[in-house]
């Protein structure tokens, strides 16, 4: 029998154009990247949602792990999404930011995915900052030393 090697693999899902932005992004930030599927939902009416994810779900081994990234949770891409998809090795992540996916596309194969996905939601939280409130501080800050 053919060993097959663990592969993560990686969907981005949203509406619109949006994956594809996102998908873009990380070329120029860290380069292509394989098992990177987008879904692109309602851009043209003859492709369901459903058929793109069906298609996807037919290339993922049971050994394999899978991360699904989705615009919003409770949006309909993730509703769909969840009813194909709760496997044991599929891990889904809604609201999701750049920062959040090129952490997760790039961590080592060998560690857990849940931790890998728990560390790199703490660390994207921390990419979202109001600028204006932390420039303000910072001139406090220095106006005090």
């Known amino acids: 029998m053919e060993k ?3 592969i993560r693999r ?4 949203t509406h619109g154009n949006f994956a594809g932005g996102i998908k873009s992004s990380l070329d120029i930030i860290i380069g292509s990247m394989e098992h990177v599927f987008l879904i692109q939902a309602y851009l043209d009416e003859n492709i369901s949602v459903e058929a793109e994810i069906k298609k996807i779900l037919e290339q993922v081994n049971d050994q ?9 949770l409770g949006g309909s891409v993730t509703n769909q999404i969840i009813q194909h998809a709760l496997k ?9 930011n750049l920062p959040l996916v090129i952490d997760v596309l790039l ?3 060998n560690t857990p995915l849940d931790e890998v996905i728990n560390a790199s939601l703490d660390n ?13 501080l910072q001139k406090e800050e220095n106006q005090n030393d």
């Open 107 to 109: 961590a080592d194969i």
């Open 88 to 96: 044991s090795n599929v891990h889904i992540v809604a609201g999701f």
């Open 64 to 72: 394999d792990e899978l991360v699904v990234f989705t615009d919003i």
């Open 124 to 136: 994207a939280k921390e990419q979202m900052v109001y600028v204006n409130k932390l420039l303000t």
């Open 10 to 13: 990686f969907i981005i899902a």
């Open 4 to 6: 097959h090697d663990k």
